[in-house]
């Protein structure tokens, strides 16, 4: 018999601390711009990756990011890609070749970065999952 009492205090105890207070739910403001549809968002792959001022690699640096950061895509540009050889001379191509190769790069608050250091995802929180399984 004082089993079940004490089982049966131990119940109403647990049920009646259950009863606090109600939690909220509030979202800010910044967590709407996390799913907006237009929006895209960069994660780095690289080691270690340098914004430079313009979409080309002869440009300045204007600031780094490693592994795992995660930015919000303001532009995309598709630069053509000129072939040099190990001595930084142009490779020139027949006449007849037509074929032109062209490579992505992000723009970002802080400049540009090429998509091969980079994976984009619709939302944030995508890329926050894929920041977390790179770990």
């Not at 909220?24 to 792959?45: G, H, N, R, Y």
Request: hydrophobic share 40%; net charge neutral; aromatic share 12%.
């Amino acid at each position: 018999m004082k089993k079940a009492v004490v089982l049966f205090l131990a119940a109403m105890v647990l049920c009646l601390s259950s009863c606090g207070k109600k939690r909220t739910f509030t979202l800010e403001s910044e967590d709407f711009k996390s799913i907006t549809p237009d929006q895209e968002w960069a994660l780095v792959t690289s080691t270690y990756a340098a914004f430079l001022e313009e979409c080309n690699y002869t440009s300045a640096v204007t600031g780094h990011a490693r592994r795992g950061d995660i930015f919000p895509v303001t532009g995309k540009e598709f630069v053509k890609v000129i072939p040099v050889d190990e001595n930084g001379d142009i490779i020139r191509r027949g006449r007849n070749s037509s074929i032109d190769e062209f490579e992505v790069w992000y723009k970002f608050e802080q400049g540009c970065l090429s998509g091969a250091n980079l994976l984009i995802f619709d939302t944030k929180f995508k890329a926050q999952k894929a920041a977390f399984s790179q770990e």
